[in-house]
């Protein structure tokens, strides 16, 4: 029985991993997670084969809580090779069409996953991409299957042709729409029939200017069927009632609307019409991709909300956006979980949801267990004290 030993890196996949026992201080069971508290956890084959109360002595690895899998809901990983260089710009000026990010990304192509990119992706079960260029989501897929990622790619043509569609089609998950405002209404109506068995999504009321002029109804008024929408910062009442009825998950990344509009999505409104929220981190060069500082921000500002709800959020709604089967930890499912420290909130925490959310990111080490995989990332805290002669 031990803790995750310190490598520095990400330990991929152990092969064949036939058998692994963890004992826990906190596990979030099912859909509700609800914490079991001290408990262990047996994967056999991949596969969960026991969950129960108590540590066993023969574990292979003690841990702070076991909870699912993350999902980034909406990512630009593109930009992550051009670093904050949206510091002095606007979002017309950094990431609309005629953006300065734009040319960057054609000009520096690589690396497409740095190490350190790949050591934030490596916690996630599934990453949306809105990917610029539509002939590299297989460059990034291939990537990032190494750590057991599913890379959801939805990219847009570079111009307006029905062969350009189908090469985005052919390459990547769907279509991600920058402005739905700036599309003409065939390329709408050939979206509503791509729709019906692809995800088509669309960044919806990021400013003022795409509410106003009615981003959302223009792609729902031609029958375009999106399982979520993005930003939806300036949305009004009926809308969140529309995105409730039509089920429509609304994927918020409050670090970008912050610094791009100054303005957060309204998570109390969207609750209280019964929308389910995810969380994704936008641009992943100007915010870092960690969906876990996106939740935290949100728990933060809204601290009258249940944390509980937040963590939802990222482990649980994230899986809706894309039309997926939450990966939740129960007997008989797959084994998709991470394991964490919480320091001493291990056992003693107030609240072990706003533990988890709070503490998440500065865990000494993280375990990904995916199946018949296993990836461990640590990090070595170094501390010297130097003394004055
Ligand atoms: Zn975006």
Redesign the pocket.
Known sequence: MKNPSPAGKVKKGSPALSQLIINTYHLLYGYELEDIGKSHIVVENGVIKEINHGFRRDADYTVGAVLPLPVNA?T?LNDYRVPEHCIGYNLSTYAGSKGVKHPLIQLIKNPILPKELAYVMAQYSIVVD?QEHFWRCNEFREELSGYGVKYIGLSRPTRYDLEEIGYVLKNCDGIGISNPLKLPSWVVIEYAQISNDKIVSA?VSETKTMEEHGSLHYLLNYRVKPPHI?HGVYLEDWEYKLLADEDIVLVV?PRSNLWFTGKLPRIDKALKYGVKVAVGT??AGCFHPDVWVDTLLLETIYKDIDPKIFLEMTIINGYYAVKQKPLIIREGEKAYFMGVDLGIANDRSGNIYGSIINRVIWSPYKIFVKENNLYIHTVKYHFKRLNGA
């Open positions: 909406h630009h809105y960044h993005v990344n936008d641009n």
